[in-house]
C-alpha cells in the first residue's frame, strides 16, 4: 500500500559526503515518524535516524554531527545528509515509514528495498 523508494548510494572515499533521498507514494494515510535504519554485512539493522511529523528527531550516537534527517511532509520525501563517511558506515541503508491510515488507531511500518553505501579508500 505504501511504498517507499531510496536513491543515492554509492562509493565514496574516507571523509567524503552523500545525499540518500526517499520517496513515498501510494499511502492513504498519514507518515507520522519516517526516516533511516542501516543493516552492514552481518549485522542487525540499526536506527541512523528518525524524525516525526511534528519535527522530533532520534538520531543514533555514532551519526549526530555527521549525518542529517530531513523531511518533507508536503512531498512525502526524507533525505539523509551524510558527511564525514567512514568505512564504518558502510552499509545498505534503509527507509522507513510509519503510516497510520484513515479512519485506523494503529501505525503500521514499511521498509524501502535499501540503497548501498561503501566507505573505501
Known amino acids: 500500500q505504501v511504498q517507499l523508494v531510496e536513491s543515492g548510494g554509492g562509493l565514496v572515499q574516507p571523509g567524503g559526503s552523500l545525499r540518500l533521498s526517499c520517496a513515498a507514494s501510494g499511502s492513504s494515510g498519514t507518515i507520522a515518524t519516517m526516516g533511516w535504519y542501516s543493516q552492514a554485512p552481518g549485522k542487525q539493522r540499526e536506527l541512523v535516524g528518525i524524525v516525526t511529523r511534528g519535527g522530533s528527531t532520534n538520531s543514533a550516537d555514532s551519526v549526530t554531527g555527521r549525518f542529517t534527517v530531513s523531511r518533507d511532509n508536503a512531498q512525502n520525501t526524507v533525505s539523509l545528509q551524510m558527511n564525514n563517511l567512514k568505512p564504518e558506515d558502510t552499509a545498505v541503508y534503509y527507509c522507513?515509514?510509519?503510516?497510520?491510515?484513515?479512519?485506523?488507531?494503529?501505525?503500521?511500518?514499511?521498509w524501502g528495498q535499501g540503497t548501498q553505501v561503501t566507505v573505501s579508500s
Open positions: 522507513y515509514a510509519q503510516v497510520r491510515t484513515a479512519g485506523a488507531s494503529s501505525f503500521d511500518g514499511f
